[in-house]
């Protein structure tokens, strides 16, 4: 039958456990029930159908596209600028720091090329 009763009388019946707990305790007030009395007889639905139609509206009206879907997750994949350029002080052209100059390695495999050629050819020959 409790469950049946009106808010209003749910509320004075809280008010009143309130006071006997502070009444028995003594040190304990029931700010905290005081407070929450209010917020007891705010109306749930009406705070609910608020947000339900904040969720409704949150849809996108058309798909996004294929482009605006890749700008969105490439924007970061962007070629940086090389900034550490050296002259590679054998040839004198430009060459990254830290990294071999290719056209100097270019030139050792070409020499090295030939010396295994010709070694190879006159080790046949024999």
């Known amino acids: 039958m409790a469950s049946l009763a009106a ?13 006997q707990l502070s009444g028995s305790f003594g040190l304990l007030r029931s700010s905290s ?4 009395l209010p917020t007891a ?16 509206q949150a849809v996108p009206k058309k ?17 940086k600028d090389i900034t550490a350029i050296n002259k ?23 020499a090295w090329n030939k010396e295994s050629k010709a070694a190879t050819t006159t080790y046949k020959g024999t």
């Open 41 to 56: 007889a705010i109306s749930i639905p009406s705070i609910l159908s608020d947000i339900w139609e904040g969720i409704l």
């Open 88 to 110: 590679c002080p054998a040839c004198g052209k430009p060459k990254r720091q830290h990294f071999l100059c290719p056209y100097c390695v270019s030139e050792i495999r070409e």
């Open 7 to 19: 808010p209003g009388l749910r509320a004075g019946m809280l008010h009143d456990l309130s006071r």
């Open 63 to 79: 798909k996004t596209s294929h482009m605006k879907k890749r700008k969105r997750f490439m924007h970061n994949n962007k070629l």
């Open 33 to 36: 029930l005081s407070i929450a």
